[in-house]
């Protein structure tokens, strides 16, 4: 059973940097697959932030892309996420999940997601 | 970039009904690329369809997907009370490699 927990500081301040780790469980990350961050602000919808493999090969949201920067540790089977400069528009509930690729593209097993408030 | 609409924004139906949500692409994608979740309150999502019609590992049959091209459907049979939740379409692409529709709420009539 793969099992996905996210873990990191659920307030951060405006302009410094929000710092994500995924711990995955029940399924050795470097065996394959690529692994996402995808964020919820309160009360929207679904916005994918970012994904990775094992190799350390990344791709992210453009609109994104100048904040973020997503990092494997295989030795600890898990994955991180730095997004820098935030305000309080990247409030939101963030998960982590893992990313079925070729020849079909989705999220199959996901992290139950962490509240990230970015205030003063 | 593909942007993904759902409809209807909110759908209330009552138990034992049929459920049919829509998805629209803005542009023509694979069927291989569409996908549907469930989330339910202070839930992550859940994989329901993969493929466009292709039901994930321990989804009952009532759930069911189709579609192509740039219409896609999640068909929920016969609603069940656990069925009432938010559902989302998501697709892959080239440009924005993941996008989200803006989901569908189910909601007891």
């Known amino acids: 059973q793969v099992q996905l927990q996210e873990s990191g500081p659920g307030l951060v301040k405006p302009s410094e940097t929000l710092s994500l780790t995924c711990a995955v469980s029940g399924y050795s990350i470097s065996s394959g697959f690529y692994w996402g961050w995808i964020r919820q602000p309160p009360g929207k919808g679904l916005e994918w932030i970012g994904s990775?493999?094992?190799?350390?090969?990344?791709y992210y949201n453009p609109s994104l892309k100048s904040r973020v920067t997503i990092s494997v540790d295989t030795s600890k089977n898990q994955f991180s996420l730095k997004l820098s400069s935030v305000t309080a528009a990247d409030t939101a509930v963030y998960y982590c999940a893992r990313l079925a690729q070729v020849p079909y593209y989705y999220f199959d097993y996901w992290g139950q997601g962490t509240l990230v408030t970015v205030s003063s | 970039e593909i942007v993904l609409t759902q409809s209807p924004g909110t759908l209330s139906l009552s138990p034992g009904e049929r459920a049919t949500l829509s998805c629209r692409a803005s542009q023509s994608i694979s069927s291989s690329y569409l996908a549907w979740y469930q989330q339910k309150p202070g839930q992550a999502p859940r994989l329901l369809i993969y493929g466009a019609s292709s039901r994930a590992t321990g989804i009952p049959d009532r759930f069911s997907g189709s579609g192509s091209g740039t219409d896609f459907t999640l068909t929920i049979s016969r609603l069940e009370p656990e069925d009432f939740a938010v559902y989302y379409c998501?697709?892959?692409?080239?440009?924005?490699?993941?996008?989200f529709g803006q989901g569908t709420k189910l909601e007891i009539k």
């Open positions: 990775i493999y094992h190799s350390g090969s990344t």
């Open positions: 998501q697709q892959y692409g080239s440009s924005l490699p993941y996008s």
